[in-house]
T-cell receptor, first 113, second 111 residues
């Protein structure tokens, strides 16, 4: 079935380190792919998205490229900040039955000064 | 612009008591609406979604129910809460195949 698998956490990095959070998906059809971020005690916020193969989503220094050949959408940032500490969710959307979304289990990131 | 509201923000309820959480969306028409639950330290669990007034699909059997009495209003209810109903409840909306936008959430603690 349709699903998203993302890297288990928690991830702890020093400030200015390089970040990669892996995400792979299984889907019938042509999904849109998303990264959401959740800060403590808050709802999810859209971080970036890509709607077709080879698209690159980017926002706030984060990037992810829709790779159809490897069914992946890895999140990267060149230099993380303390303020990036949050939980990151990978998700896919399929146009069926009311726009079905499938979320990964989330990856907790802590950035230490 | 569109906004989504949830209330209450936090709620502490005894086991066996009823529940009503409300979600409203402003600035759009005929959105798809969703209820998710997030247990502590866990991922998102889709509970219900709705593609229109009175149209509710349930994803997980439980003692919760949902209703959509108006186009932009989505209500999550329970007649008798269980301890396992504790969690962070998130409402979201989307249009067609576009992005889901989330509300601020309701923290429910059942004692």
């Amino acid at each position: 079935g349709d699903s998203v698998t993302q890297m288990e956490g928690p991830v702890t990095l020093s400030e200015e380190a390089f970040l990669t959070i892996n995400c792979t998906y299984t889907a019938t059809g042509y999904p849109s792919l998303f990264w959401y971020v959740q800060y403590p005690g808050e709802g999810l916020q859209l971080l970036l998205k890509a709607t077709k193969a080879d698209d690159k989503g980017s926002n706030k220094g984060f990037e992810a490229t829709y790779r159809k050949e490897t069914t992946s959408f890895h999140l990267e940032k060149g230099s993380v900040q303390v303020s990036d500490s949050a939980v990151y969710f990978c998700a896919l959307s399929l146009p069926k039955g009311g726009n079905q979304f499938y979320f990964g289990t989330g990856t907790s990131l802590t950035v230490i000064p | 612009s569109q906004t989504i509201h949830q209330w209450p923000a936090t709620l502490v309820q005894p086991v066996g008591s009823p529940l009503s959480l409300e979600c409203t969306v402003e600035g759009t028409s005929n959105p798809n609406l969703y209820w998710y639950r997030q247990a502590a330290g866990r991922g998102l669990q889709l509970l219900f979604y709705s593609v229109g007034i009175g149209q509710i699909s349930s994803e997980v059997p439980q003692n919760l129910s949902a209703s959509r009495p108006q186009d932009r209003q989505f209500i999550l209810s329970s007649k008798k809460l269980l301890l396992s109903d504790s969690g962070f409840y998130l409402c979201a909306w989307s249009l067609d195949t576009d992005t889901q936008y989330f509300g601020p959430g309701t923290r429910l603690t059942v004692l």
